[in-house]
């Protein structure tokens, strides 16, 4: 017995042995590096840091370059025997001025940013960690390249590239999140993400249809969660995580944060739970009148009070809370087998939609007693395996599986009337990918897989009577509906040269609707609805290296939206006056994409990056006027209001820049900007042309940023530009709640700006301080085609312990 024990232990300390660790620190903090990626081009290796900044590099032995990148950092190339000499530690500098960092958005595979013609940015964990975004939405502005509009605080609808809401697309963990309930109109679905619970967060500009499908027209968000994290050795076990604490003083926000990764040799679980809870916002002193509505309705006894606010800078009912939870397991056997289960959940309150608490009615009095949405629920299951193997058919296999569970509701009443009305839908989707990677040579790479989507639609209309509490059955939202997506997909990446990477691929996909119409409320010639189409995208592009310095892009490609429920079976007031019914006669619509990128760096020391792009949007889904029954007009919720529906009735034109600089300055600083400029054009029912209504005006941002040791300080400017009457679509241009007015009466977007300050500081390897001030000058601003202002001088103050 006793010489059985001595073997094993023996054996033990050989494997032990023959494991080697590296270790990657920030050269300036010391902190641990966690997500850095190594790779050798030749042998296809490929390894991760974890919380520990720890990677196992056992595989990577006697080879002679390894490349190790972090997004926010230089990158290094070292070999395995310069490790070695260096006691396998390396220290990163961090640096923006760079040409590559390892994307995943643009083929679900690890690619390197420089051999891809699209534009795709990353949000490194540190800067995010700095800005301390309350939301997803929040953080996806921080880029400077995504403009974020809100209607409600409990909100946030991305625009980019002149596309919003059902013509982007969102992932996270590589699991398609668009719905067929997805629409036209602002959404705020990505608030359903966790900002602390995402550990990198990846923006694809331009067409993404041909390997996510439809609705990738304007550009694709990527967020990527927290991956279970294992040990190295048998012997270990790895534990590490986070706590945070934060409070805001323009909304009274409190957020808790924790998350625990448990790690062994095979087996990893993470758990993340966020708690946050907002009050009603503060808006800034200084600007337009019109933002300011100085009063909110309350129901007393059996009617409804004007109640004037004390503080008329106060936004209500803009309050609301809200719980983010997850748990991954992971189970690696081997190094070929990779197994990982996430659940996810979120869960909101019931909140205002403040911008229709702004709307009046034809007496002057508020037109709504109520408007609220309901709470918004989301879960996630989701299964992800992973095979590694040198096979004639792939060197790497990813299936994911995934159930979503999606529940969103809207209850209205109009002023002093009993009736509430309440509209709920929830959504059962479905999906499986499988993606397949093989090197055919050492310069070619083909990506392909397939994909299957369902969702299953449930909506269910009712008005209660608060007087009584009687409750009776009411019209729908939208029709009892199942949509499905099934399609294959080819990509080819070919690298000629060092110099030249081309990349073409294409993309065939089927999709179905069917739906059952209810004649009791509305009388619709017609019961049911089947719509049966395809579509073929395509994309080819290249990307021109001639030196270590410059990096050329073209990019050609196709994108495609399939008619979704929204689109075709959905009752609802546009605005007032006007009412949108269903039409089954709808296809789908066509983007036709072309961009080019040219980027340099200058003397080590700068880097401009500058991307020109002009997309056609043929046989657009657009907003039109309609009749049901031969009549223009019906009675909706007891106003006449005009029969509009979706149509496929239009062309649509985007074209704009996007440009950046980064300027590495003495003793720790940096200044960096972002700016966008871009300009949409959409064809109205009389032949002429509109402004498009998700064509952001020229927005930016700019920075001065400063390092030194533990101290991370950066002092920034948002901004955007006028949004004139005559600028505005002409579907915004009556929407008096939301805009400001200008000398003559008419609606229009001012320009503005907000002056921040944020500051980090490392005090020891477990606690962290954040503080910062947004909006210093206390501007009362409202972004493009918003409802709600955006926050004035807010102080803010987080803790953060690391274990």
Not at 221 to 243: C, H, N, R, W, Y
Not at 649 to 669: D, H, K, T
Not at 672 to 695: F, L
Request: proline share 4%; aromatic share 12%; glycine share 8%.
């Amino acid at each position: 017995m006793k010489k059985i024990v001595l073997l094993l232990l023996f054996i033990s300390l050989l494997t032990i042995g023959n494991t080697q660790v590296l270790t990657i620190t920030d050269i300036d903090t010391d902190e641990p590096l966690a997500l850095a990626t190594l790779t050798s081009e030749h042998s296809k290796i490929y390894a991760t840091t974890n919380t520990k900044g720890q990677a196992e590099i056992t595989s990577f032995k006697d080879t002679e370059t390894i490349e190790i990148r972090l997004v926010g950092y230089q990158t290094r190339f070292t070999s395995y025997r310069a490790l070695a000499q260096n006691n396998f530690k390396i220290r990163m500098k961090p640096s923006n001025i760079s040409l590559d960092e390892v994307v995943v958005s643009a083929s679900r595979w690890n690619q390197k940013s420089s051999e891809v013609p699209a534009k795709i940015i990353s949000l490194s964990p540190k800067t995010v960690s700095l800005q301390n975004p309350q939301t997803a939405a929040d953080m996806l502005t921080i880029t400077g390249e995504v403009f974020v509009q809100k209607s409600q605080q409990g909100g946030g609808s991305p625009m980019i590239r002149g596309f919003a809401t059902n013509r982007l697309l969102y992932t996270v963990d590589g699991v398609r999140m668009n719905t067929a309930i997805f629409r036209g109109g602002n959404i705020q679905n990505v608030i359903s993400l966790d900002p602390y619970a995402i550990e990198k967060t990846e923006v694809l500009f331009g067409p993404g249809s041909v390997i996510y499908g439809s609705d990738a027209i304007g550009g694709v968000m990527s967020f990527q969660t927290l991956t279970p994290q294992l040990a190295i050795t048998d012997s270990e076990v790895l534990i590490s995580g986070k706590a945070d604490a934060r409070y805001s003083t323009a909304n009274n926000e409190k957020t808790g944060h924790f998350d625990i990764n448990i790690g062994w040799k095979k087996w990893a679980s993470v758990t993340s739970f966020s708690t946050n809870d907002y009050g009603h916002l503060q808006q800034g002193r200084h600007g337009p009148d019109e933002y300011i509505k100085d009063y909110y309705i309350q129901r007393m006894d059996t009617s409804d009070r004007l109640i004037r606010q004390d503080n008329e800078r106060l936004q209500i009912p803009s309050a609301y809370q809200q719980m983010n939870m997850m748990q991954k397991i992971r189970f690696r056997p081997n190094n070929n087998w990779d197994f990982q289960y996430g659940f996810h959940y979120s869960e909101t309150s019931e909140y205002g939609r403040y911008d229709r608490h702004n709307r009046i009615n034809d007496s002057g009095a508020p037109r709504y007693g109520e408007w609220n949405y309901g709470p918004q629920v989301w879960m996630m299951n989701h299964l992800n395996l992973t095979h590694s193997v040198n096979y004639y058919l792939y060197d790497q296999l990813t299936f994911r599986l995934a159930q979503q569970f999606f529940e969103e509701s809207r209850l209205s009443r109009a002023f002093n009337d009993p009736g509430r009305d309440i509209r709920n839908e929830k959504v059962e989707a479905y999906s499986a990918n499988i993606d397949l990677v093989k090197s055919t040579s050492s310069r070619n790479t083909v990506y392909y897989g397939f994909e299957y989507v369902f969702n299953d639609i449930t909506s269910t209309g009712s008005e209660t009577n608060i007087l009584n509490g009687s409750t009776v059955p009411g019209p729908a939202r939208y029709p009892q509906s199942e949509w499905s997506s099934a399609a294959i997909y080819l990509n080819n990446k070919l690298k000629l040269n060092p110099k030249w990477t081309l990349q073409a691929g294409m993309r065939y996909n089927l999709f179905t609707l069917q739906a059952n119409f209810d004649t009791t409320f509305y009388p619709f010639p017609f019961t049911d609805a089947d719509i049966q189409n395809d579509a073929l995208t395509g994309s080819i592009g290249g990307v021109y290296r001639p030196s270590d310095t410059w990096v050329v892009s073209l990019n050609f490609g196709t994108a495609f939206r399939s008619p979704n429920v929204d689109d075709m079976g959905k009752v609802f007031d546009s605005e007032p006056g006007a009412v949108v019914v269903p039409n089954p006669d709808l296809k789908a619509e066509y983007a036709y994409n072309v961009d080019m990128g040219i980027a340099k760096i200058i003397g080590n020391h700068a880097k401009l990056d500058v991307t020109g792009y002009y997309t056609i949007l043929n046989n657009a889904l657009v907003r039109r006027d309609y009749r049901l029954n031969g009549q223009d007009s019906i009675l909706y919720d007891g106003t006449l209001s005009r029969v509009q529906a979706m149509r496929n009735m239009a062309v649509a034109r985007v074209y704009g820049i996007q440009a950046g600089l980064e300027i590495s300055l003495p003793a720790g600083f940096m200044l960096s900007s972002d700016m966008n400029y871009q300009v949409g054009k959409e064809e109205m029912s009389d032949g002429t042309t509109s402004p498009s209504r998700h064509a952001a005006p020229f927005f930016g941002v700019t920075r001065l940023i400063c390092q030194a040791n533990k101290l991370h300080i950066q002092i920034y400017t948002r901004y955007q530009g006028e949004r004139s009457h005559k600028e505005l679509a002409v579907e915004e241009r009556s929407k008096y709640e939301i805009y400001a007015y200008d000398d003559n009466g008419n609606t229009y977007s001012p320009a503005w700006y907000t002056l921040n300050i944020k500051a980090r500081y490392t005090l020891s390897e477990v606690f962290t301080i954040s503080t910062g001030i947004e909006n210093i000058t206390d501007q009362r601003y409202r972004p493009y085609s918003s409802g709600i202002s955006g926050a004035g001088r807010n102080f803010i103050l987080a803790g953060q312990v690391r274990f």
